[in-house]
């Protein structure tokens, strides 16, 4: 299985805390000490097993962002390749369109892909059944 995660949005709802330049994804909340994004990229992995099969469709304000809340994790020879910035802002069908058109032109047409908000909360204790009910719908 393949993994898109969703990370180009503004977090503007979430204003002043969250900004353009900064949005609600990659921030850590008090109560956590990692990001939305980053609680995101982990249970993607669990999902996955290798990193190499996680892709993130973020723009170009954020890539940094991306790599560097990678890092964070570990995961220093994550395939920057698997960053895929948007040419365009604009919402997310065309996001996600962006992402599986990605996937499917390195991986081919035969593959399982999920797709994931980084700016959803999932809390620890439901984290197990979350992803028990996404390898039972694969």
């Known amino acids: 299985?393949?993994?898109?995660?969703?990370?180009?949005?503004?977090?503007?709802?979430?204003?002043?805390?969250?900004?353009?330049?900064?949005?609600?994804?990659?921030?850590?909340?008090?109560?956590?000490?990692k990001s939305l994004f980053q609680m995101t990229f982990e249970r993607c992995l669990k999902l996955t097993?290798?990193?190499?099969?996680?892709?993130?469709?973020?723009?170009?304000?954020?890539?940094?962002?991306?790599?560097?809340?990678?890092e964070e994790l570990g995961y220093r020879d994550f395939n920057k390749e698997n960053i895929l910035a948007e040419p365009e802002g604009k919402n997310t069908?065309?996001?996600v369109y962006y992402g599986i058109k990605s996937?499917?032109?390195?991986?081919?047409?035969?593959?399982?892909?999920?797709?994931?908000?980084s700016d959803h909360l999932i809390r620890r204790e439901d984290e197990e059944r979350f992803i028990d009910t996404v390898k039972r719908g694969v």
């Open 49 to 70: 097993e290798n990193p190499d099969d996680i892709y993130v469709v973020t723009n170009h304000l954020h890539k940094f962002h991306v790599m560097g809340q990678i």
């Open 1 to 33: 299985m393949k993994s898109i995660i969703l990370a180009g949005g503004v977090g503007s709802r979430l204003w002043p805390l969250s900004r353009e330049h900064f949005p609600k994804q990659f921030i850590k909340f008090d109560s956590f000490d």
């Open 103 to 117: 996937i499917r032109e390195r991986e081919g047409r035969d593959c399982i892909v999920g797709v994931f908000p």
């Open 93 to 95: 069908l065309p996001a």
